[in-house]
Nanobody
Framework: QVQLVESGGGLVQAGGSLRLSCAAS????????MAWFRQAPGKVREFVVG????????YYETSVKDRFTISRDNAKSTVYLQMNSLKPEDTAVYYC??????????????????WGQGTQVTVSS
């Protein structure tokens, strides 16, 4: 099992930027594909973006493509989510999740066993 701790959330005005971080421990970080999910009030948790173990494969949900960028630093066991041009509809609790690389990068949250505690992102209009 890998332990995950997110940070970097906060309150930002529409059009602003935030950078989320997710620090991993407990296992070899480069053996895991990583993903960010989010859950808005009253909605199901949804896939935002995923990244392969070496960073070469990235998959974005359509509404965040060209605004969000995922990256990872395996030496620091950390994955990042740079969020630009934020919109009020991006308001949610953001979670990072880990999955051993041989399971691929599914977009369903039930496929992931390891989760962080979440970090709140609030975008005001």
């Amino acid at each position: 099992q890998v332990q995950l701790v997110e940070s970097g959330g906060g309150l930002v005005q529409a059009g602003g930027s935030l950078r989320l971080s997710c620090a991993a421990s407990g296992r070899t970080f480069s053996d895991y594909n990583m993903a960010w999910f989010r859950q808005a009030p009253g909605k199901v948790r949804e896939f935002v973006v995923g990244i392969g173990r070496n960073g070469g494969s990235q998959y974005y949900e359509t509404s965040v493509k060209d605004r969000f960028t995922i990256s990872r630093d395996n030496a620091k066991s950390t994955v990042y989510l740079q969020m630009n041009s934020l919109k009020p509809e991006d308001t949610a609790v953001y979670y990072c999740a880990a999955l051993p690389y041989y399971y691929g990068l599914p977009r369903t949250d039930r496929s992931y066993n390891d989760w962080g505690q979440g970090t709140q992102v609030t975008v005001s209009s």
